[in-house]
């Protein structure tokens, strides 16, 4: 069975870098057996109801960021969509309980193409897209990937990409070290996943350390707890990789078997 993986996205220029982490995501790709087709939540595509792409062909590459390296603007990520893997997840949500709608026009933000392009630099393996709403409750957000749980025996991998502390404000340019709130947000986070404490997980902006600080807006810390879901016949949570750039921004990876 595939796992389901949260994955950091970091800043855009991520996809420039070569640094421990993009190597680390670079090998995870290779070392893990290559699924059938990718579904991905992006902290990067917002909706009030559940969207599902539905692209045919190849996507498009969206550039939602500026300022950064011309480089950056000149990357392509031609992944292609999977009409069965779209309609696979739309019945699981429907059978769960949960509108959905289909989406045949939007292309890849950088939420999904940096992540995708550093396991699968070949977009030789097809994507489904999915958004994320920051408005719903843990719980929500947690049954959702759950209802996704049996695509991982179709050898499709399930991937959140987000980020754990994500708070652009903060960003520390000077910073050579990592800031104490940032390590305690995260280590708290560890321990809960470890666990698999739901109650205090979908209650971490009241119970967790430094929880505004670090997640001041939900939409990126969002897809951790549906990939998490997506884990839930095992609920067994594994930290793979964790750093962090200009003081506090994480760069982790969480298994769920």
Same mark, same amino acid.
Not at 239 to 250: H, K
């Given at each position: *069975? *595939?796992?389901?993986?949260?994955?950091?996205? /970091?800043?855009?220029?991520? $996809?420039?870098?070569?640094?421990?982490?993009?190597?680390?995501?670079?090998?995870?790709?290779?070392?893990?057996?290559?699924?059938? $087709?990718?579904?991905?939540? =992006?902290?990067?595509?917002?909706?009030?109801? !559940?969207?599902? =792409?539905?692209? &045919?062909?190849?996507?498009?590459?969206?550039?939602?960021?500026?300022?950064?390296?011309?480089?950056?603007?000149?990357?392509?990520?031609?992944?292609?969509?999977?009409?069965?893997?779209?309609?696979?997840?739309?019945?699981? +949500?429907?059978?769960?309980?949960? %509108?959905?709608?289909?989406?045949? *026009?939007?292309?890849?933000?950088?939420?999904?193409?940096?992540?995708?392009?550093?396991?699968?630099?070949?977009?030789?393996? %097809?994507?489904?897209?999915?958004?994320? #709403?920051?408005?719903?409750?843990?719980?929500?957000?947690? !049954?959702?990937?759950?209802?996704?749980?049996?695509?991982?025996?179709?050898?499709?991998?399930?991937?959140?990409?987000? /980020?754990?502390?994500?708070?652009?404000?903060?960003?520390?340019?000077? &910073?050579?070290?990592?800031?104490?709130? $940032?390590?305690?947000?995260?280590?708290?986070? !560890?321990?809960?996943?470890?666990?698999?404490?739901?109650?205090? +997980?979908?209650?971490?902006?009241?119970?967790?350390?430094?929880? !505004? $600080?670090?997640?001041?807006?939900?939409?990126?810390?969002? %897809?951790?707890?549906?990939?998490? /879901?997506?884990?839930?016949?095992?609920?067994?949570?594994? +930290?793979?990789?964790?750093?962090?750039?200009?003081? #506090?921004?994480?760069?982790?990876?969480?298994?769920?078997?």
């Amino acid at each position: *069975m *595939m796992p389901s993986l949260f994955i950091a996205h /970091g800043a855009p220029s991520l $996809a420039l870098e070569e640094n421990a982490y993009t190597e680390f995501v670079q090998k995870l790709g290779q070392e893990m057996p290559k699924p059938k $087709a990718i579904v991905l939540f =992006s902290a990067h595509w917002e909706s009030n109801t !559940q969207l599902v =792409s539905s692209v &045919s062909g190849s996507y498009d590459t969206i550039y939602d960021f500026g300022g950064f390296q011309p480089e950056l603007y000149q990357i392509k990520y031609p992944a292609e969509g999977h009409a069965e893997t779209t309609a696979e997840v739309v019945k699981r +949500l429907t059978e769960a309980g949960i %509108p959905v709608q289909t989406d045949d *026009m939007r292309g890849l933000d950088h939420g999904a193409w940096v992540v995708l392009r550093l396991l699968y630099p070949e977009a030789d393996i %097809p994507v489904v897209a999915l958004s994320v #709403n920051r408005y719903l409750t843990g719980e929500q957000q947690y !049954q959702i990937g759950k209802a996704l749980v049996s695509l991982r025996e179709q050898d499709i991998l399930v991937i959140g990409s987000g /980020g754990t502390v994500h708070n652009l404000r903060r960003l520390n340019w000077e &910073s050579t070290g990592v800031d104490s709130w $940032a390590l305690e947000f995260d280590s708290w986070l !560890q321990d809960k996943l470890e666990r698999w404490d739901t109650d205090a +997980l979908f209650a971490y902006d009241k119970t967790a350390p430094s929880a !505004q $600080a670090a997640v001041p807006t939900p939409e990126h810390f969002v %897809p951790l707890l549906l990939a998490m /879901g997506a884990g839930d016949a095992k609920k067994q949570a594994s +930290l793979l990789f964790r750093a962090y750039q200009l003081g #506090n921004l994480s760069l982790s990876c969480w298994k769920f078997e």
